[in-house]
């Protein structure tokens, strides 16, 4: 027996069987369950994608790509445009700078998994080059060999390509961009077999090893930033030169790191929106 408002009501049939269950408790229970279930899909679906939201770029380089100070003051690198001017592309993004002066793809390798796979990026511009390809002349005795050789050079731009892929990053290659004779550079570089009459003499290696970047891009299907041609092409322009947008000879200046940031963002937005490459 079972009481309702203090009354006596039986359970049971007046032939002593129990009274069938309602016939529609059972579909409400699952009802309700599949609400639950949902809900909690939702919920999930709308934490990844708040997750997903915000994106790690890292920037991974030598001293290109690195932090600078010109006469004290912080030289704004194209990281820090991509940091301030993702946001008014649609990409809400946190961009780590992972250059370091000096660095050479040899270098890099030894450094990828703290600076880089730890960082779990969605996206890594990768730019080395113009140490890789270096013969350091000014040495005692001189060097005769480039510090890291073309064929290495490939393949450890290979290796970040294929080992970003395996976790799930896209990549951008960026070329070196080229350099320009200064009076402290013919000191110490302007012995063969480098030229310091030839106003490009400098770039003897380094515009073989942009080439590699250029290779690598294409084989590896994936975008390529062409820093070393975009520079020339402005110092071919009326009363311009590729001085214009160097600091020393060898590293971007303030306009020549926005040059290369507004290349970087036009291929970051495509990249990001694009499919899977």
């Avoid at 909690?40 to 770029?57: D, H, M, N, W, Y």
């Avoid at 700078?97 to 600076?115: C, I, S």
């Avoid at 041609?229 to 200046?253: C, I, T, W």
């Amino acid at each position: 027996m079972v009481v309702e408002q203090g009354l006596p009501v039986s359970s049971s049939q007046p032939d002593g069987q129990p009274m069938p269950r309602h016939p529609l408790r059972r579909p409400i229970r699952l009802f309700r369950a599949a609400l639950v279930i949902v809900a909690c899909l939702c919920a999930g679906a709308a934490f990844a994608q708040g997750k997903s939201a915000v994106r790690t770029i890292v920037a991974f380089g030598d001293s290109t790509t690195a932090p600078r100070e010109v006469d004290g003051q912080p030289l704004v690198v194209y990281a820090d445009v991509l940091r301030k001017d993702l946001p008014g592309k649609g990409v809400d993004a946190r961009v780590i700078n992972a250059g370091v002066p000096g660095n050479t793809t040899d270098d890099a390798r030894k450094r990828f998994q703290h600076d880089v796979l730890a960082k779990n990026p969605d996206l890594v511009v990768v730019q080395f080059g113009a140490n890789d390809s270096a013969i350091d002349v000014w040495r005692n005795p001189p060097a005769t060999a480039p510090r890291v050789d073309i064929d290495r050079y490939e393949a450890n731009l290979r290796g970040f390509v294929a080992e970003l892929r395996r976790h799930g990053a896209r990549v951008i290659l960026m070329t070196p961009d080229p350099f320009r004779w200064t009076d402290k550079l013919k000191s110490l570089y302007g012995k063969p077999p480098y030229d310091p009459n030839d106003p490009d003499g400098f770039n003897l290696l380094l515009k073989k090893y942009a080439e590699v970047v250029r290779r690598v891009a294409r084989e590896e299907k994936v975008p390529l930033v062409d820093t070393y041609a975009a520079f020339g092409e402005y110092g071919r322009g009326e009363k311009q030169s590729v001085d214009d947008l160097l600091l020393d000879g060898m590293h971007p200046n303030d306009r020549g790191h926005r040059m290369v940031a507004e290349l970087l963002l036009a291929e970051i937005v495509k990249t990001i929106e694009g499919p899977e490459r």
